[in-house]
Protein backbone atom coordinates (compact mmCIF):
# COMPACT_ATOMS: atom_id res chain seq x y z
CA UNK A 1 0.00 0.00 0.00
CA UNK A 2 0.99 3.37 -1.29
CA UNK A 3 0.36 6.92 -0.46
CA UNK A 4 -3.36 6.78 -1.66
CA UNK A 5 -3.97 3.87 1.00
CA UNK A 6 -7.61 4.70 1.59
CA UNK A 7 -8.30 7.65 -0.52
CA UNK A 8 -11.24 7.69 -2.73
CA UNK A 9 -10.62 8.52 -6.06
CA UNK A 10 -13.35 8.48 -8.72
CA UNK A 11 -12.13 8.10 -12.05
CA UNK A 12 -14.68 8.91 -15.47
CA UNK A 13 -14.48 7.01 -18.13
CA UNK A 14 -12.40 4.72 -16.67
CA UNK A 15 -13.72 1.15 -18.46
CA UNK A 16 -11.27 1.78 -21.00
CA UNK A 17 -7.58 3.60 -22.52
CA UNK A 18 -6.14 6.13 -20.07
CA UNK A 19 -9.05 6.17 -17.62
CA UNK A 20 -8.37 2.29 -17.03
CA UNK A 21 -4.98 2.56 -16.95
CA UNK A 22 -5.17 5.05 -14.19
CA UNK A 23 -7.97 3.46 -12.24
CA UNK A 24 -5.33 0.34 -12.27
CA UNK A 25 -2.67 2.16 -11.53
CA UNK A 26 -4.47 4.64 -8.43
CA UNK A 27 -5.72 0.56 -6.70
CA UNK A 28 -2.22 -0.49 -7.03
CA UNK A 29 -1.17 2.13 -4.73
CA UNK A 30 -3.84 1.34 -2.15
CA UNK A 31 -6.49 3.68 -3.56
CA UNK A 32 -10.56 2.75 -3.41
CA UNK A 33 -10.92 3.19 -7.01
CA UNK A 34 -14.79 3.84 -8.21
CA UNK A 35 -14.80 3.33 -12.30
CA UNK A 36 -17.83 5.13 -13.91
CA UNK A 37 -18.19 5.05 -17.49
CA UNK A 38 -21.40 5.02 -19.85
CA UNK A 39 -20.14 1.78 -20.65
CA UNK A 40 -21.50 0.11 -17.52
CA UNK A 41 -20.92 -3.29 -18.09
CA UNK A 42 -17.49 -2.43 -19.01
CA UNK A 43 -17.16 -0.54 -15.76
CA UNK A 44 -18.17 -3.24 -13.72
CA UNK A 45 -15.87 -5.28 -15.62
CA UNK A 46 -12.77 -3.43 -15.20
CA UNK A 47 -13.83 -3.51 -11.38
CA UNK A 48 -13.94 -6.78 -11.00
CA UNK A 49 -10.23 -7.50 -12.70
CA UNK A 50 -8.69 -4.84 -10.58
CA UNK A 51 -10.72 -6.80 -7.14
CA UNK A 52 -9.64 -10.68 -8.46
CA UNK A 53 -5.77 -8.39 -8.25
CA UNK A 54 -6.31 -7.45 -4.44
CA UNK A 55 -7.42 -3.96 -5.40
CA UNK A 56 -10.46 -1.92 -3.97
CA UNK A 57 -12.61 -0.61 -7.14
CA UNK A 58 -16.72 -0.31 -7.74
CA UNK A 59 -17.91 0.09 -11.45
CA UNK A 60 -20.87 2.61 -12.05
CA UNK A 61 -22.70 3.33 -15.37
CA UNK A 62 -22.61 6.85 -16.18
CA UNK A 63 -23.23 9.33 -18.79
CA UNK A 64 -21.74 12.72 -18.02
CA UNK A 65 -23.74 14.53 -19.91
CA UNK A 66 -26.55 14.20 -17.72
CA UNK A 67 -25.97 16.73 -14.59
CA UNK A 68 -28.88 14.93 -12.48
CA UNK A 69 -27.18 11.27 -12.61
CA UNK A 70 -23.94 13.06 -12.31
CA UNK A 71 -24.81 14.56 -9.24
CA UNK A 72 -27.15 11.24 -8.09
CA UNK A 73 -23.66 9.36 -8.38
CA UNK A 74 -21.50 11.97 -6.61
CA UNK A 75 -24.18 12.01 -3.35
CA UNK A 76 -24.10 7.95 -3.40
CA UNK A 77 -20.10 8.18 -3.21
CA UNK A 78 -20.33 10.86 -0.57
CA UNK A 79 -22.96 8.95 1.46
CA UNK A 80 -20.65 5.63 0.94
CA UNK A 81 -17.38 6.88 1.57
CA UNK A 82 -17.71 9.76 3.06
CA UNK A 83 -15.64 11.93 0.75
CA UNK A 84 -14.52 11.80 -2.45
CA UNK A 85 -10.14 12.49 -2.35
CA UNK A 86 -9.26 12.85 -5.98
CA UNK A 87 -11.11 13.05 -9.43
CA UNK A 88 -9.58 11.70 -12.68
CA UNK A 89 -12.20 12.90 -15.32
CA UNK A 90 -11.46 10.67 -18.54
CA UNK A 91 -15.07 10.65 -20.06
CA UNK A 92 -14.63 12.11 -23.97
CA UNK A 93 -15.03 11.48 -27.27
CA UNK A 94 -13.05 12.65 -30.60
CA UNK A 95 -15.94 13.13 -32.98
CA UNK A 96 -19.96 12.99 -33.36
CA UNK A 97 -21.86 9.83 -34.53
CA UNK A 98 -22.03 11.18 -37.79
CA UNK A 99 -18.46 11.13 -38.41
CA UNK A 100 -18.03 8.03 -36.57
CA UNK A 101 -19.64 6.35 -39.08
CA UNK A 102 -17.28 7.20 -42.09
CA UNK A 103 -13.74 5.53 -42.87
CA UNK A 104 -12.42 9.18 -42.88
CA UNK A 105 -12.80 12.80 -41.21
CA UNK A 106 -15.24 14.87 -42.79
CA UNK A 107 -13.73 18.49 -43.22
CA UNK A 108 -15.37 21.16 -41.39
CA UNK A 109 -17.37 22.75 -43.75
CA UNK A 110 -19.62 19.35 -43.93
CA UNK A 111 -19.57 19.08 -40.32
CA UNK A 112 -23.10 18.64 -39.03
CA UNK A 113 -24.24 20.20 -36.24
CA UNK A 114 -25.46 17.23 -34.79
CA UNK A 115 -21.20 16.18 -34.42
CA UNK A 116 -20.14 19.44 -33.11
CA UNK A 117 -22.76 19.65 -30.10
CA UNK A 118 -21.81 15.55 -29.00
CA UNK A 119 -18.46 16.67 -28.83
CA UNK A 120 -18.44 19.72 -26.89
CA UNK A 121 -21.57 17.95 -25.06
CA UNK A 122 -19.04 15.26 -23.96
CA UNK A 123 -15.63 16.80 -23.79
CA UNK A 124 -16.57 20.71 -22.08
CA UNK A 125 -20.01 20.31 -20.63
CA UNK A 126 -19.56 16.86 -19.28
CA UNK A 127 -16.16 17.90 -17.47
CA UNK A 128 -18.24 20.87 -16.31
CA UNK A 129 -21.21 18.71 -14.97
CA UNK A 130 -18.32 16.28 -13.07
CA UNK A 131 -16.32 18.84 -11.96
CA UNK A 132 -19.30 21.13 -10.48
CA UNK A 133 -20.84 17.77 -8.51
CA UNK A 134 -17.48 16.78 -6.90
CA UNK A 135 -16.39 19.92 -6.18
CA UNK A 136 -19.33 20.62 -3.88
CA UNK A 137 -18.66 17.75 -1.88
CA UNK A 138 -14.41 18.72 -1.94
CA UNK A 139 -15.62 22.59 -0.64
CA UNK A 140 -18.15 20.76 2.30
CA UNK A 141 -14.48 19.17 3.33
CA UNK A 142 -11.88 22.05 2.84
CA UNK A 143 -9.97 19.97 0.07
CA UNK A 144 -9.66 17.69 -2.83
CA UNK A 145 -7.99 17.26 -6.15
CA UNK A 146 -9.15 17.49 -9.35
CA UNK A 147 -7.36 16.28 -12.52
CA UNK A 148 -9.35 16.90 -15.76
CA UNK A 149 -8.27 15.60 -19.23
CA UNK A 150 -7.47 17.94 -22.14
CA UNK A 151 -5.57 17.21 -25.20
CA UNK A 152 -2.48 18.91 -27.10
CA UNK A 153 -5.53 19.21 -29.55
CA UNK A 154 -6.09 21.88 -27.11
CA UNK A 155 -3.18 24.38 -27.87
CA UNK A 156 -2.41 23.24 -31.40
CA UNK A 157 -4.51 22.15 -34.80
CA UNK A 158 -3.58 18.84 -35.69
CA UNK A 159 -1.58 18.01 -38.52
CA UNK A 160 -2.93 16.06 -41.14
CA UNK A 161 -6.37 15.76 -40.24
CA UNK A 162 -9.79 17.57 -40.93
CA UNK A 163 -12.47 17.87 -38.80
CA UNK A 164 -10.67 18.07 -35.50
CA UNK A 165 -12.66 21.35 -34.86
CA UNK A 166 -15.36 20.58 -32.19
CA UNK A 167 -12.31 18.15 -30.72
CA UNK A 168 -9.75 21.00 -30.55
CA UNK A 169 -12.24 23.72 -29.35
CA UNK A 170 -13.59 21.15 -26.35
CA UNK A 171 -9.71 20.13 -25.27
CA UNK A 172 -9.09 24.09 -25.29
CA UNK A 173 -12.43 24.50 -23.45
CA UNK A 174 -11.65 21.97 -20.77
CA UNK A 175 -7.64 23.78 -20.67
CA UNK A 176 -9.89 27.13 -19.78
CA UNK A 177 -12.17 25.64 -17.71
CA UNK A 178 -9.31 23.78 -15.35
CA UNK A 179 -7.80 27.53 -14.96
CA UNK A 180 -10.94 29.22 -13.89
CA UNK A 181 -12.23 26.28 -11.37
CA UNK A 182 -8.12 26.60 -9.90
CA UNK A 183 -8.37 30.30 -9.23
CA UNK A 184 -12.14 29.67 -7.47
CA UNK A 185 -11.30 27.15 -5.50
CA UNK A 186 -8.19 27.15 -4.14
CA UNK A 187 -9.55 28.90 -0.96
CA UNK A 188 -11.01 25.70 -0.20
CA UNK A 189 -7.78 23.84 -0.70
CA UNK A 190 -8.61 21.87 -3.73
CA UNK A 191 -6.38 22.13 -6.67
CA UNK A 192 -7.43 21.59 -10.12
CA UNK A 193 -5.02 20.48 -12.88
CA UNK A 194 -5.14 19.36 -16.50
CA UNK A 195 -3.40 16.59 -18.13
CA UNK A 196 -3.30 16.82 -21.96
CA UNK A 197 -1.92 14.08 -23.59
CA UNK A 198 -0.12 13.41 -27.25
CA UNK A 199 -0.66 10.84 -29.34
CA UNK A 200 -1.41 7.78 -27.21
CA UNK A 201 -1.55 3.87 -27.66
CA UNK A 202 -5.15 3.41 -26.78
CA UNK A 203 -7.60 1.84 -28.45
CA UNK A 204 -9.26 5.00 -30.00
CA UNK A 205 -5.38 6.40 -30.67
CA UNK A 206 -4.64 3.19 -32.55
CA UNK A 207 -7.48 3.69 -34.56
CA UNK A 208 -5.78 6.71 -36.77
CA UNK A 209 -2.83 4.40 -37.25
CA UNK A 210 -5.18 2.91 -39.94
CA UNK A 211 -4.26 6.11 -42.45
CA UNK A 212 -0.33 5.77 -43.53
CA UNK A 213 0.15 9.18 -43.65
CA UNK A 214 -1.35 10.23 -40.64
CA UNK A 215 0.46 7.13 -38.88
CA UNK A 216 3.62 9.02 -40.35
CA UNK A 217 2.95 12.54 -39.35
CA UNK A 218 2.19 11.19 -35.57
CA UNK A 219 5.75 9.36 -35.15
CA UNK A 220 7.90 11.26 -37.72
CA UNK A 221 6.28 14.41 -35.73
CA UNK A 222 6.83 13.56 -32.53
CA UNK A 223 10.22 13.90 -31.00
CA UNK A 224 10.55 10.70 -29.65
CA UNK A 225 9.25 8.93 -32.17
CA UNK A 226 6.61 6.81 -30.54
CA UNK A 227 3.60 6.80 -29.03
CA UNK A 228 2.70 7.58 -25.30
CA UNK A 229 1.42 5.39 -23.30
CA UNK A 230 -2.25 4.90 -20.94
CA UNK A 231 0.63 4.09 -17.93
CA UNK A 232 2.51 7.01 -18.61
CA UNK A 233 -0.56 8.82 -18.18
CA UNK A 234 -1.36 7.42 -15.30
CA UNK A 235 2.00 8.59 -13.55
CA UNK A 236 0.89 11.75 -14.44
CA UNK A 237 -2.12 11.52 -12.49
CA UNK A 238 -0.50 9.67 -9.75
CA UNK A 239 1.49 13.03 -9.11
CA UNK A 240 -0.87 15.61 -9.63
CA UNK A 241 -3.46 13.70 -6.99
CA UNK A 242 -0.41 13.49 -4.31
CA UNK A 243 0.25 15.18 -1.38
CA UNK A 244 3.31 16.19 -3.38
CA UNK A 245 1.67 18.61 -6.13
CA UNK A 246 -0.19 20.61 -3.13
CA UNK A 247 1.16 23.46 -4.56
CA UNK A 248 0.40 23.07 -8.37
CA UNK A 249 -2.84 24.52 -9.34
CA UNK A 250 -4.12 26.05 -12.67
CA UNK A 251 -1.59 24.21 -14.56
CA UNK A 252 -1.64 22.09 -18.01
CA UNK A 253 0.98 19.28 -18.11
CA UNK A 254 1.19 18.29 -21.84
CA UNK A 255 2.09 14.84 -22.23
CA UNK A 256 3.25 14.23 -25.70
CA UNK A 257 6.61 13.29 -26.79
CA UNK A 258 7.81 16.53 -27.56
CA UNK A 259 4.94 17.15 -30.31
CA UNK A 260 4.10 20.54 -28.90
CA UNK A 261 7.47 21.58 -28.95
CA UNK A 262 8.74 22.50 -32.87
Known amino acids: MGEYAGRVVLITGGASG ?10 ADGAQVVIADRNGDGAHEAATTIQTQGGSARGELL ?8 NALVERLKNAYGAIDALVHCAGISRGQHQMGTEAWLPMEELLASDWDAVIRVNLTGTFFVDQAVGRVMIDRGKGRIINVGSMSG ?10 GPYNASKGGVIALTKALAAEWAPYNIT ?3 ISPGYMATEMGMR ?8 RIQIEWTPLRRLGTPEEFAHAAL ?8 FVTGHNLV ?3 GYTSW
Do not use: H, M, W
Request: glycine share 10%; aromatic share 8%.
Open 208 to 215: SQRFPEFK
Open 155 to 164: VIANAGVQGL
Open 63 to 70: DVTDATAV
Open 239 to 246: YLASDGAA
Open 18 to 27: LGLATARAFA
Open 255 to 257: IDG
Open 192 to 194: VNC
